[in-house]
């Protein structure tokens, strides 16, 4: 998504500027073109050369260059961007921002260019909590700059407060996401599931399934970054939440059926990829099931568990009342998951009837290279008029980015 792109990263003197020297390299090493501006304080903290050598480009920081060609560049420079993303912005500079100031490089180029404003504040929390940074963000916000919000935790002065630069991993999702806003699912309202569903048996044991959560998650990111407006959700899994993602949490296949049925009476596509459990427990013991209980046929060490049906999400969708309610707001195109360890073709094809998608995707879930836990998987694609589409083994992310771009056809 990045590849190309060309970005400004702005950094400034605080003590957090090394995490920028990472995300320069990240940024690299995803295709974008990184121009790096320095304030003259931020290389009393870093050398120009660092940022030189992990951007394989000029950093700039100098507007009062002899030459007058830095004075002429910062120009060119504000043209070109499609991002400035200033990672950290000191309350300083944060100031300087707001109030229109153009005294360095890194002031004249923000002052100069249409470019989208991403700002990545981070400081001692007295000064992130002082009235005039505050009241210098909501300027910044009204105007239209996103603000990756500092997280609370160990500061550089050895107090825990809110002022930490984020995670990279957050960093890097603010960046993709601006870049492409004006992607072809702008716009658009989604709704991703995730994970796998969790059944009680009793407080402390369920009924699950090996799903990570790994495809579902990359759908949703991918779907964020090509402009979407995207609600996940997800059954409990061990990934890190996307950034700017509107993320619904649910564990059982009853709570995922009403968080569906709410997400989507003004979605635009509906992309079921949750392994939901098929059966759960009748009746789950409101106390912990003791090892010498014994239930069923009550022999000695035996335990039955009495399973019932849960509801099919997408069959519930296919029928009339459902697809009524939700056709008065928009058609809603449907994408359902078909995870299978034998006779993968033949059991999606019936799926795909009984179920009036618009696209299927079938995982051989018995492979080591697909399917749960992994990062790569091997699907198939079935359409409506019945093609099929047979796609090599790729990493998930590739796979999501091939089920997008069939949804964006779809949806035009
Ligand atoms: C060791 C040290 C650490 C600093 N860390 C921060 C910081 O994390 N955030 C901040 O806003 N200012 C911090 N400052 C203050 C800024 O460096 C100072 O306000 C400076 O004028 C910022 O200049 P600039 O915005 O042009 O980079 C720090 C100063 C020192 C000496």
């Known amino acids: 998504m990045l590849l190309n792109k060309r970005l400004i990263v702005g950094v400034c003197g605080g003590i957090a500027s090394y995490k920028a ?91 100069a260019t249409k470019a989208p404003l991403l700002l990545a504040p981070a400081m001692y929390k007295g000064m992130y909590e002082h009235a005039a940074t505050q009241v210098n963000l909501s300027i910044l916000r009204e105007r239209g700059a996103s603000i990756v919000e500092p997280e609370v935790g ?58 990570s959560g790994k495809m579902g998650y990359a759908l949703a990111t991918v779907a964020r970054d090509r402009g979407a407006h995207v609600t996940l959700i997800s059954g409990p899994v061990a990934l890190e939440v996307p950034y700017g993602i509107e993320l619904c949490k649910v564990e059982t296949a009853i709570q995922m059926r009403d968080a569906v049925g709410s997400a989507i009476t003004d979605a635009d596509v509906l992309v079921m990829n949750a392994a939901v459990a098929d059966f759960r427990p009748i009746a789950p013991a409101s106390r912990k099931i003791k090892k010498n209980e014994t239930r069923g046929s009550g022999e000695q060490g035996e335990f039955s568990l009495y399973l019932t049906r849960n509801p099919d999400i997408l069959a519930e969708l296919a029928n009339a009342d459902y697809e009524g309610s939700v056709k008065r707001l928009r058609r809603l195109i449907r994408v ?31 492979r080591l290279d697909s399917g749960f836990g992994t990062d790569t998987n091997k699907v198939y694609l079935f359409h409506a008029n019945g093609d099929m589409e047979d796609l090599p083994v790729m990493p998930k992310i590739d796979v999501a980015t091939a089920i997008w771009d069939r949804v964006v056809s779809l949806l035009s």
Do not use: C
Not at 52 to 78: C, D, F, K, M
Not at 336 to 354: L, P, R, S, W, Y
């Open 336 to 366: 359902g998951f078909a995870a299978e360890t034998h006779d993968v073709i033949t059991h999606a094809q019936a799926k795909m009837a009984a179920k009036r998608l618009d696209l299927l995707v079938a995982n051989d879930v018995s």
């Open 21 to 111: 020297i990472e995300l320069v390299s990240r940024l690299q090493q995803a295709g974008a073109l990184v121009d790096v501006i320095m304030t003259d304080h931020a290389q009393e903290f870093i050398r120009p050369l660092t940022f030189a050598t992990v951007s394989q480009r000029p950093v700039y920081h100098n507007l009062w260059e002899p030459s007058g060609q830095a004075a002429e560049l910062h120009i060119a420079l504000a043209e070109q961007a499609e991002l400035l993303a200033i990672v950290p912005a000191t309350a300083n500079t944060l100031a300087k921002l707001a109030h229109g100031i153009a005294d360095n490089m890194l002031t004249a180029v923000a002052l």
């Open 154 to 211: 160990h500061l550089a002065s050895g107090a825990i407060g809110v002022g930490r630069l984020p995670e990279l991993s957050v960093l890097m999702g603010a960046i993709s996401m601006i870049v492409g806003r004006k992607g072809d699912l702008a716009g658009r309202r989604v709704v991703v599931t995730a994970g796998g569903t969790q059944e009680p048996i009793d407080p402390v044991r369920y009924v699950g399934n090996r799903s």
